[in-house]
């Protein structure tokens, strides 16, 4: 996941990538805490993934010019031989209809436009993309991207260049899933030619040395003298490269290699089985308000996300209990600086380098 954002609550925009896809990422972009983008090179297509965050209705216009400027300018930044997707929560209604904006809208909107609406169907027009989600004909639970109480509106969108029109085979909204309690997860099926490429990497194998301590260091010197004499004449070349072989085969038998291979990922280490049936308790409340908003099972939902959150704290206080005293100890000092490593290299957005800019700045 690529993050952009400065307060923590407020504004902030991010973009998920599959697993399989993470080595096909090229480059990031952080325009402000309101737009990113992220690059891939999926074969010999180029996608250029952006994600944005309209202001409200109720900012000032100096607020809504600058991110409009911001994201022109990011997408005038992507050449037009490069696939280019929006997903934006706009805050605009671009109406139900499109009479004047036949070319952008597909007529199978929701609502009544509004001023907002005209903005994105004017930085549609200006940059020949169209509405993904107002091109598919749609029940109106599959067009409504946000709810709250007996209000309903379409203000999340996906937007693509009209000549990547035939590459969007559906778009449409998925009111079951439980995403926030507002907001409507939509899904884009976009279709794909990818050959999955195979990286060689040099696995570098080594003795396990910092396994070199307590019992297994008693062990390595009991094995290094139960073997032959040390020889003391002779070609000292020869002495030291046998003497070196032998302590090397010992610590192999000993301590044992690392293949060079990174361990999995495991993100939620901390989870158990209270997280997860809080998690899916809450999952089921949220189904049953969605079907019949009423009190009850307003009250219902709320009691089941407070749950959810205790749980995931007291969980993850738990799981770290055990590690803050590991860290305290003469051993645990050396996880430390393992820790800040990690922490750092997490920072990095490209980790593997896989294509460089020629003089045209295209990849």
Known sequence: MWYTGKTRNRNGVAIIVDGNLKDEVVEIKRKSDRIILVKLMIDE???????????QIGLDESTKKAFWEDLEEIVQGVPLGEKLFIGADLNGHVGSTNEGFERVHGGYGYGVKNEGGESILNFAVAYDLILANTFFKKRESHLITFSSGPN????????????D??????????PGECLVSQH?????DVGVKWRKQKYRSNKCIKTRWWNLNGGKMALFKDKMLQGDPWRVEGEPNMIWDEMASRIRNTAREVLGESRGREPPTKET??????VQQAIKAKKEC???????????????FRQARKDAKKAVREARGKACEGLYQKLETKDGEKDIYRIAKQRERRTKDLIRIKC????????
């Open 45 to 55: 297509e180029t996608f250029n993934i952006i994600s944005a965050y309209a202001p």
């Open 269 to 274: 280490w901390w989870w158990n089985e209270e």
């Open 184 to 188: 409507k997860l939509m899904v884009v």
């Open 286 to 300: 949220y189904k049953r308000l969605h079907k019949c908003r009423n009190e009850d099972n307003y009250k219902c």
């Open 165 to 174: 029109r035939a590459v969007c085979k559906d778009c449409k909204v998925l």
């Open 152 to 163: 309903k509106s379409q203000i999340d969108f996906v937007m693509t260049r009209k000549v």
């Open 356 to 363: 460089i800019k020629d003089e045209a700045d295209r990849f």
